[in-house]
């Protein structure tokens, strides 16, 4: 419950509020003109001083550099003051009740309090909220179901189930949920569970763009491709398990390598040996004396020819003739044994040098060097890593392949949860159905209906009220299940003890149902014991249409006038 609301300024209208039905009201004076207006004199400002006080942002009111604003409320049983500087909006100033408050440090007279601490404790005490685990946890908050409680802003007034119009639908189920006694735990699952969803959705949309690594390829490709790595490294981690490192591998590879040379030098040599054996043994085989006739003939001819240079008788032709092919074989014969002496001296030399260079093989082929065994311990560390990589891949691909399927499973289980959660309480929603039902009907003979569904997506909230569309009735909506928070509120033990209205709320609402509505208010607040606040225009107040022995001036808190600037709220313009 607020008690009064102050500021450190002298121009300030202090506002002292009492329990059940309050109302502060912009008056029209007779010194005001027709220009004047009772826009700007302080009622959303005083909406805004309450926020700024619970810990809301100071966005309306950064402006006031130098002031300080006083909220005094009643918090369970304690009786505190809270002040709220402008210029030091971090904390706030406790003061009153404070003993084994335990809460920030000890100033003189109270307690300096962060703003985030006030929030939590204000959570506790009004709500009963549990503990934040963090930004993200998607709790109720205190800032988020107190502002169903104390609406600000056109906006807030637009849809009984918004406190603003931008407000997420995570935070609209489970606030709402909440404050009716619903399974809020299942509407905060529901947007875990949403937000898997649109992860999955963003890294499919985000790998096919190529914008990230790891999420690449077909699974059943990936798949074939790792059984063929998984075996090649599994060959390759045997062969290092078997290789055996010897001191002077390459000193024995030098001289396999030499004697490998050596060998093709000496085959090379047979070969060309063989080839000119060949030739000599067709040479020795064509060496045959001349026909004696073919050696008269050419003689006679040379005598004919060239009678001067022919000396010498036929008998020395042939003797020439004969001792020149016996030279011929004499020297082909040589050659010939020779070459056949070189080419088995050669085989000889092969055959050791291969029996020699085995020898050397068979150690290689057994043993290997470090460099090479490192080579392979590096070529096989890249299999491996490549193998894990390739690992990941697949598990990334089939998580979010299968995550759709999976989320799937858990939506419909989480669903069958929500509706058993939401049967077990059907005593609860019931009472809220009917309360509002109750209200509706109080300001209309066709009463609206507060609808309340277990959906996949978590709950839905609707209401139903003949002539809806128009601006006013739309009003009525929100106020209608504003009271019903406050009434079902008001029955626990913990509670706000609460309900703050603007002017706005009556914006487009005819003059019987305005009358209704703030009747309904005060006898609501007053039989449930919670204390409704509202700010209204003086020329919006249906004094025609209230029931006798209504007296709603007694309920006036403060009048703020247009007649001059000290007449609204702060008694100066910002």
């Known amino acids: 419950m607020i008690t009064s609301v102050r500021a450190n300024k002298e121009s300030f209208h202090r506002v002292d509020f009492r329990p059940g039905f309050n109302v502060v009201v912009a008056d029209r004076t007779k010194e005001s003109t027709k220009k004047d207006s009772r826009n700007g004199l302080g009622k959303s400002t005083l909406i805004e001083v309450l926020h700024f006080a619970l810990g809301g942002s100071l966005d309306a009111l950064e402006s006031l550099k130098g002031w300080d604003f006083t909220v005094g409320l009643r918090v369970g049983k304690r009786s505190l003051d809270v002040t709220r500087e402008i210029d030091d909006a971090k904390h706030v100033a406790l003061t009153g009740e404070v003993a084994g408050l335990g809460l920030g440090k000890a100033i003189e007279g109270g307690r300096r309090v962060s703003v985030a601490e006030w929030c939590e404790f204000l959570g506790q005490a009004m709500f009963g909220l549990p503990r934040a685990q963090g930004k993200s946890d998607r709790t109720p908050s205190f800032r ?3 502002s169903y409680f104390i609406r600000r802003g056109k906006d807030a007034y637009s849809d009984p189930f918004l406190h603003y119009r931008q407000q997420q639908e995570w935070d609209k189920q489970v606030a709402n949920a909440f404050l009716l006694g619903l399974a809020w735990e299942d509407a905060r699952a529901c947007e875990v569970l949403r937000q898997k969803d649109k992860a999955l959705d963003n890294l499919r949309s985000a790998a096919k763009a190529g914008l990230i690594d790891g999420l ?16 090649r490294a599994a060959k390759e981690e045997a062969a290092l398990r078997s290789f055996k490192v010897h001191p002077q591998y390459r000193e024995i590879e030098d001289r396999a390598s030499a004697f490998t040379k050596r060998i093709h030098e000496a085959s ?3 070969v060309n040996d063989r080839n000119l054996l060949s030739y000599y043994r067709q040479s020795l085989d064509g060496v045959v004396p001349p026909d004696e006739k073919d050696v008269v003939s050419v003689y006679e001819e040379a005598g004919v020819v060239l009678p001067e240079l022919v000396r010498r008788r036929l008998d020395e032709v042939r003797e020439f003739h004969a001792r020149l092919i016996g030279n011929r074989r004499v020297f082909l014969a040589d050659e010939i044994a020779r070459l056949e002496a070189a080419c088995r001296h050669r085989d000889e030399a092969i055959q050791q040098l291969t029996a020699d260079r085995a020898v050397l093989l068979e150690i290689l082929r057994k043993h290997g060097a470090l460099d090479e065994y490192t080579r392979l311990q590096r070529a096989h560390l890249e299999i491996v890593d490549g193998l894990r990589e390739l690992d990941a891949r697949i598990a990334n691909i089939r998580k979010v392949e299968t995550g759709k399927s999976e989320l799937k499973v858990e939506r419909e289980q989480l669903f069958q949860r929500a509706l058993r959660d939401h049967d077990e309480r059907r005593e609860i929603w019931q009472r809220a159905i009917k309360s509002f039902n109750g209200h509706s009907q109080a300001l209309d003979n066709e009463s ?9 997506t978590g709950f839905k909230f609707h209401i139903d009220i003949a002539r809806a569309r128009s601006g006013g009735i739309g009003n009525m909506k929100v106020f209608c299940y504003d009271l019903t928070l406050a009434e079902l509120w008001a029955e626990k033990e913990v509670s706000p003890g609460l309900l703050v209205h603007d002017s706005l709320i009556f914006d487009g609402v005819d003059e019987r149902q305005k009358a209704l509505a703030l009747q ?12 409704y606040i509202c700010t209204i225009n003086s020329d919006a107040v249906p ?4 029931e006798p022995g209504f007296d709603f001036d007694k309920s006036v808190r403060l009048r703020l006038t247009d007649a001059t600037t000290e007449g609204c709220l702060l008694g100066v313009r910002f």
Not at 448 to 456: C, D, F, R, S
Not at 520 to 531: L, P
């Open 144 to 146: 988020s179901v107190i």
């Open 216 to 231: 690449s390829g077909k699974l059943h490709e990936l798949d074939a491709e790792r059984v063929l790595l998984a075996e």
């Open 268 to 270: 090379n040599d047979n």
């Open 448 to 456: 609206g209906k507060l609808e309340i569904q277990v959906a996949h």
């Open 520 to 531: 309904r208010a005060e006898q609501m607040s007053r039989q449930k014991g919670f204390q």
């Open 543 to 546: 004094y025609g249409e209230f």
